[in-house]
């Protein structure tokens, strides 16, 4: 039988695969047979997803590009070639998801009561509540800062939302022009809710607020207008697992120097004139492809707000709760269970709590010697390390393998790491 040989064609081109696999995330946002609130949490997640897409597989691109190495890849393309086909079609992607906005789901949203007003739209008790939050919450953590040959352009961090303002200053008669940059506080909500009324969620957009205010920020000056935008940076931690010697120090370095990575995106607000955010592009070493014109909200992530908390059932899907798995509702002692038969968990359309509750009869059972147990994502849930420390306490062996690169888990992980090492596992 002949050798098949494989072609260019054969071969799918993994970057462009990957973002098919987020059109269809954004395909649920899209779809008006799916919720409301599910549309919405389906939007967030493509932005999240893309967030994580340019951090790393655009970062690595751009690095291949940089490098002076040219190839192939299996598919045919070159670094280049992947880079410009990536771009067009993210570039595709990010129009639809500001359209489905815009054109969908924000009315939708304000049809079943839930809006976003624009400050200066406020009246009475609103306005003063506005007011108040910005004086007492947001200005004393406001900095901002000034672009000119003594102040250089600040070092932003990766995906914080940032104001660039554009100033008119009068010294003495003499009119100039300057730029100045204001960071939205990460500690504030993006979106912060109007008192309710007639059963009606109103929000006020945290960056609108601040756009708002800049007069207060910038007093003495004529503020000519301002625009949003966000950076993305390289993201990957760059570590040779054999060259170093403690490998969670050196993931804990990397995790500091992933905030400053080399910008690899720039979202500007669709408004911003092409002055300003070719600035922005120099600033960074970025180029026109790197460009993306966003509509409202810059960073749709922070939208999953809206989808928080137990109010509008009739906007979500029903709840899901995973049954216990069959073989294990009637027996109380898992080692019993299993002594019968294996058993095949199926997560999650059965409950992870028996996982958890194997663990915990583990680290009280006096017959058990030790627990071995690898560790990739444990996320917020302190269970599963609450049980193996106890373990310890008992005096049985145990021992963990934490994976420590546990892409943008890294720091939960080293944190549950450390915990788990004074805890004696």
């Known amino acids: ?166 100033l008119e200053i009068d010294r003495d008669g003499n009119k100039t022009r300057q730029l100045a940059i204001v960071q939205v506080p990460r500690a504030l909500p993006r979106l912060v809710p109007l008192p309710r009324e007639d059963g009606r969620m109103d929000y006020v957009f945290l960056g609108k607020i601040i756009g708002h205010y800049l007069a207060d920020i910038f007093p003495g000056n004529t503020v000519l207008g301002f625009w949003m935008f966000r950076l993305t940076r390289n993201s990957e931690l760059y570590i040779d697992e054999e060259e170093v010697a403690n490998l969670l120090k050196a993931v804990e370095e990397e995790l500091h120097n992933r905030r400053k990575g080399a910008a690899v995106r720039l979202e500007v607000q669709e408004t911003c004139p092409p002055v300003i955010y070719r600035e922005l592009l120099t600033r960074h070493n970025l180029t026109e492809n790197d460009l993306y014109l966003v509509g409202w909200p810059i960073n749709p992530v922070r939208m999953m707000t809206l989808y928080e908390g137990d109010h509008s059932p009739e906007l979500r899907d029903p709840p899901f709760v995973a049954p216990v798995a069959r073989m294990l509702r009637t027996e109380i002692n898992l080692f019993d269970a299993i002594r019968q038969r294996d058993i095949l968990l199926h997560h999650p359309y059965e409950n992870f709590g028996s996982v958890v509750e194997f663990l915990a009869q583990a680290a009280e059972d006096p017959r058990v010697l030790a627990i071995k147990q690898t560790l990739y994502r444990t996320g917020g849930d302190q269970r599963i390390v609450g049980a193996l420390m106890h373990a310890v306490r008992n005096g049985k062996q145990v021992t963990v393998v934490v994976e420590l690169r546990a892409r943008f888990d890294e720091a939960n992980n080293i944190q549950w790491a450390r915990q788990l090492e004074e805890a004696g596992v």
Not at 53 to 77: C, N, P, Y
Not at 99 to 120: H, Q, S, T, V, Y
């Open 1 to 166: 039988m002949a050798e098949t040989e494989f072609k260019p064609e054969h071969f799918i081109n993994r970057e462009l695969s990957w973002l098919e696999f987020n059109q269809r995330v954004l395909d649920e946002a899209l779809n008006p047979k799916t919720p409301l609130l599910e549309r919405v949490k389906f939007f967030c997640i493509t932005s999240s997803n893309l967030d994580e897409f340019f951090e790393v597989r655009v970062a690595g691109l751009k690095q291949q590009i940089e490098s002076e190495v040219v190839e192939r890849s299996v598919d045919g393309m070159t670094a280049t070639q992947c880079f410009r086909a990536v771009g067009k079609r993210a570039h595709q992607m990010v129009e639809q998801q500001f359209e489905c906005w815009r054109e969908k789901l924000a009315p939708a949203l304000a049809r079943n009561g839930i809006r976003f007003i624009d400050p200066e739209n406020l009246k009475g008790t609103n306005r003063d509540y506005i007011d108040r939050f910005y004086h007492e919450e947001v200005r004393p953590v406001l900095t901002p800062l000034g672009i000119d040959s003594a102040h250089p352009f600040p070092q932003l961090r990766n995906k914080s939302l940032n104001l660039i303002v554009q």
